[in-house]
């Protein structure tokens, strides 16, 4: 930007071209941040749905167990499946797996995001299209913990 004699602001003929680049490697570097956020997230659920899950199997398995074997045994085995049971219900309430799929589906999103940004960095020339491809891939990522999506193209998100 340039002043003029009259104090008024004119655009350089360059600077279009600089704020357009600017916002783009804004969102290359958000989506760098978010893929990274979302990757320890569903690292983070898969230990807690694994933490939780895990304990509720096993703890009803022995109270089963010894609840079959003497008499003597029912009143610890009913103390061992109320364990089992606040496991379980910890699993439920949380829905670890859920969350974990969310930001599985969300870092690919992201990833998405900065490959895209990363190669349209790589070009000399940059158009407005291309930020508004980005926006829109932003927006997808940004969808992508709420549920089932698809990259642009119409390629799935996998859960996996």
Not at 37 to 61: D, M, T
Not at 107 to 130: N, S, Y
């Amino acid at each position: 930007m340039t002043t003029t004699a009259d104090g008024s602001m004119r655009l350089s003929a360059d600077e279009p071209r600089r704020r357009l680049r600017a916002e783009i490697e804004r969102l290359h570097d958000e989506a760098t941040r978010q893929r990274a956020l979302a990757h320890r997230r569903a690292e983070f659920w898969n230990k807690a749905h694994i933490a939780l899950g895990f304990p509720a199997a096993l703890l009803a398995g022995i109270a089963g167990a010894a609840g079959l074997a003497t008499a003597d045994a029912r009143v610890p085995a009913a103390l061992i499946a109320l364990a089992s049971a606040g496991f379980a219900a910890g699993a439920g309430f949380l829905r670890s797996d859920a969350r974990r799929i969310a930001n599985k589906r969300a870092r690919g999103a992201w990833a998405d995001l900065e490959g895209k940004a990363g190669l349209k960095l790589a070009h000399e020339q940059l158009t407005p299209e291309d930020l508004r491809e980005l926006l829109d891939a932003r927006q997808i990522a940004l969808a992508a913990y709420d549920g089932e999506g698809s990259l642009p193209g119409g390629a799935p998100l996998a859960p996996g």
